[in-house]
């Protein structure tokens, strides 16, 4: 049989598998930051109970056939159905390119909700460090924390209209910084240490590209840090 033809029987076994398993969702709108690699979505996602997310959740997202990425919500109201969504749209690949098509009204396809796992600990001192791509993350713990004043962190982030953007839009602890190296981990690493934080009662919530993700959490525990209180979940290479 010839190769074209297995991969269209391919092709229709899997659509057949994702109307069977993927939910809808609507959007609401779409915003664009400028410059326009920051991609803000509001979704309206009807069949989900958001008064059940106790752990930062992300939705596996249909963006291309038989291709899927995972995005956070970065806050949610539960009453409504309704969430928003940050894209960093950077970087080439599906994903970038379906955020950047989105329209107000259009209908999203996607698998449903889980968790990251990322759920706030007891601690006096939670602090979440991360990338562009793991804005959403962030907020999404941000909001997950009570009370509020236990949270504070940083998010590397390239662009500095973005920055600007982001200290006007969020009345956030966390604090937009430079990147000043390829992946962000030695940016991240030198504001931590500013901070002063307290060695014994600090809990670190990573996410971000892969590689910056496990080299913090390498520099963390060379400053003292215990594996227990680095918790990490790594993205795109």
């Known amino acids: 049989m010839e190769t074209s033809t297995l991969n269209k029987i391919k092709r229709s076994a899997g659509n057949i598998l994702e109307n069977q398993l993927l939910q809808s969702g609507r959007v609401l709108e779409v915003r664009h930051w400028q410059p326009s690699t920051m991609i803000e979505i509001d979704l309206h996602l009807p069949q989900v109970d958001m008064q059940s997310w106790h752990e930062v959740p992300y939705i596996k997202v249909k963006v291309d056939n038989l291709t899927y990425r995972d995005y956070t919500p970065a806050s949610w109201d539960a009453e409504t159905s309704t969430c928003t969504l940050y894209i960093d749209a950077a970087h080439k690949g599906p994903g970038s390119k379906w955020a950047r098509e989105l329209q107000n009204g259009d209908t999203i396809r996607y698998f449903k909700i889980r ?30 924390v009570l009370p509020s ?80 209180q680095i918790k990490a979940h790594g993205f795109w290479s």
């Open 115 to 144: 968790t990251t796992r990322h759920a706030p600990a007891s601690t006096p001192a939670i602090i979440g460090l991360g990338d562009e791509s793991s804005m959403g993350h962030m907020l999404a713990l941000q909001q997950m």
């Open 149 to 228: 004043t236990r949270f504070s962190g940083a998010i590397i982030m390239a662009n500095d209209d973005h920055r600007n953007l982001f200290d006007q839009y969020f009345k956030s602890p966390i604090k937009p910084i430079e990147r000043r190296d390829a992946f962000g981990h030695n940016s991240l690493m030198r504001w931590v240490m500013e901070q002063h934080y307290n060695l014994e009662h600090s809990v670190f919530y990573l996410a971000g590209n892969n590689t910056m993700v496990s080299e913090l959490r390498k520099l963390l525990k060379l400053q003292g840090y215990a594996s227990n």
